[in-house]
């Protein structure tokens, strides 16, 4: 049986703690979290939480900064007496540098998933951008539960875009455009996308005539620099469709790339509030919500099911 749920904010998370305290039918606790003068983070736990299980919502999205302060909300909430602590972090940071690609690199995607692991019993997260890994446990020894964001892309396309085509930025994109397009209930393609440099992309566009009179809608995980985007987005246009429209799950929108996508002749920009930004039009709090429901029962389960075993 799963137990009550007490649900932290680190600051700036305040809308999705309350979110999730509704969704899940639990009760907000209280953490004071602050910086001092000179930068240091002050942190004191003021609920009990004895035998409840706790969330902490953090969203990573900038890691370095909120790093060491959730360390130390967590401690807090543990030394408040949850019997779990699930990290709900809508985006997962640390998850690109997934390999050594020259002499020398450190995996940082280990090392964070490490650090987290030691310290959580459990991370749910939104679409983490899952390349070279399988999946998150090639790297987190903890559970976590991942929500989608598919569902949600293909409503948004079904309400606010006519006769769309659903185009994936490069290769790695296919498995997903290929289901919001099925559940969009329109035609998918894939460009093919070679990168040079941070900031520096190259796209080539297949033969898409026979969908000259589709809207493009391009959708992809991540829009950092934005270069794959304003790339697709140019070649697009010269081939002759109409304003593309652009839909991402994470917009991270390093500097300018925001303006540049517009300037680049996009028509709309959506995407889902796993990263706050002025573009989100996609709220996934509850996929969040659900997943940690998820996450806590199958835990359970497993518990009971281990129990079971050893009582017999
Ligand atoms: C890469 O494989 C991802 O799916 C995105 O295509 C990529 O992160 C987008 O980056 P940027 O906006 O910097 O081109």
């Known amino acids: 049986m799963t137990e ?49 299980d706790a969330v902490i919502a953090a969203n990573l999205f900038q890691p370095n900064p ?10 807090a909430v543990r030394d408040m007496g949850a019997k779990r602590i699930v990290l709900a972090t809508p985006y997962l940071p640390y998850m690109r540098q997934d390999a050594r690609f020259q002499p020398g690199e450190v995996i ?22 899952l390349h070279r890994y399988a999946a998150l446990s090639d790297i987190y020894s903890i ?19 006519e006769e769309p085509l659903i185009i994936g930025p490069d290769m790695e994109s296919e498995q997903w455009v290929a289901e919001v397009g099925g559940l969009a ?53 010269r081939a002759g469709f109409s304003a593309p429209v652009c839909v991402g799950v994470h917009a991270i929108f390093a500097d300018g790339a925001y303006a540049d996508l517009k300037d680049a002749g996009a028509s709309t920009v959506a995407t889902c509030n796993t990263v706050e930004h002025e573009s989100n039009a996609i709220d996934i709090n509850r996929i969040v919500a659900d997943s940690i429901a998820v996450l806590l029962a199958s835990e359970d389960s497993a518990n009971e099911a281990q129990e079971n075993n050893h009582a017999h």
């Open 4 to 52: 009550p749920v007490t649900v932290f904010a680190v600051p700036g998370n305040e809308a999705l703690a309350q979110d999730l305290a509704n969704a899940l039918n639990g009760e907000q606790g209280d953490l004071v979290v602050r910086q001092f003068p000179d930068g240091e983070t002050y942190v004191r736990g003021d609920s009990r939480c004895q035998g409840n």
């Open 143 to 161: 559970p976590t539960c991942l929500g989608h964001a598919a569902p949600a892309l293909a409503n948004w396309i079904n309400d606010h875009v």
């Open 108 to 129: 940082t995607s280990r090392i964070f998933a490490n650090l987290l692991s030691d310290e959580l019993d459990g991370l749910v997260t939104v679409d983490p951008h």
């Open 185 to 237: 209930g329109a035609p998918y393609t894939t460009l093919t996308k070679t990168r040079y440099g941070d900031r520096d992309v190259a796209i080539s566009v297949p033969a898409l005539d026979r969908w000259n009179d589709h809207t493009p809608v391009l959708v992809d995980d991540i829009i950092s620099t934005a270069r794959t985007m304003v790339e697709a987005v140019g070649h697009l246009l």
């Open 66 to 75: 909120t790093f060491l302060p959730l360390i130390y909300a967590i401690r």
